[in-house]
């Protein structure tokens, strides 16, 4: 089936540094991907929508000056925390569409920010 | 009140118990749906994926969808401990998906 994969699955930093996190659709082309971020045992909320080739639609209240995604070709976005600070800490997921209308998520990456 | 709503549980089961999920919504402009698996620190997996009323089985998993009363289910069968994990049904119309809040199910051996 599709797979899509994120890396790194973890990443620790200091607070003021930025981390970048891809995410790649390893055997279909995905113009739309999405962000998530979620909080232990909470749902997943959705930061924003990548589309491929233009810029990315932000969700409301999530600052798109902090988290910058790039979606620079059909099978990577990569979205950028910059400046880090310890209330960034969170899970962050990816997803993405097949042509055949399935979602398919990244194994999500775990930013920890000390 | 949510577009989909989905009880959080935690639902606790003995193992091989047949267990069942449930989501409701409210906007008849859904027209997939889909079943989600997460475990602890883990992207969620798809399980199931429908679009039409009825049932759909996949070995243990069987997604039944009522389109008419708004709300759709996920069974499973000879439940596992393996099985333990949260359970997010999500539906769309376009291209974007609403998540229900997930279910939390801890099947016990």
């Known amino acids: 089936g599709a797979v899509v994969s994120q890396h790194p699955s973890r990443v620790i930093c200091k607070s003021g540094t930025s981390v970048k996190i891809e995410c790649r659709s390893l055997d279909f082309q995905a113009t739309t991907m999405f962000w998530y971020r979620q909080f232990p045992k909470q749902s997943l909320m959705l930061m924003a929508t990548s589309n491929e080739g233009s810029k990315a639609t932000y969700e409301q209240g999530v600052e798109k000056d902090k988290f910058l995604i790039n979606h620079a070709s059909l099978t990577l976005s990569t979205l950028t925390v910059t400046s880090a600070h310890p209330e960034d800490s969170s899970f962050y997921i990816c997803?993405?569409?097949?042509?055949?209308?399935?979602?398919?998520f990244g194994e999500g990456s775990r930013l920890t920010v000390l | 009140q949510k577009e989909v709503e989905q009880d959080p549980g935690p639902l606790s089961v003995p193992e091989g118990a047949i267990v069942s999920l449930n989501c409701t919504y409210s906007n008849s402009a859904f027209q997939y749906f889909m079943w989600y698996r997460q475990y602890s620190r883990k992207g969620p997996e798809l399980l199931m994926y429908t679009y039409s009323s009825g049932n759909k089985e996949d070995g243990r998993f069987t997604a039944q969808v009522d389109k008419s009363s708004k709300y759709i289910s996920l069974f499973i069968r000879d439940s596992q401990p393996s099985d333990s994990a949260t359970y997010l049904c999500a539906m769309n119309a376009g291209n974007m998906l609403t998540f229900g809040g997930g279910t939390r199910l801890m099947v016990k051996p």
């Open positions: 997803s993405a569409w097949t042509h055949t209308g399935e979602l398919f």
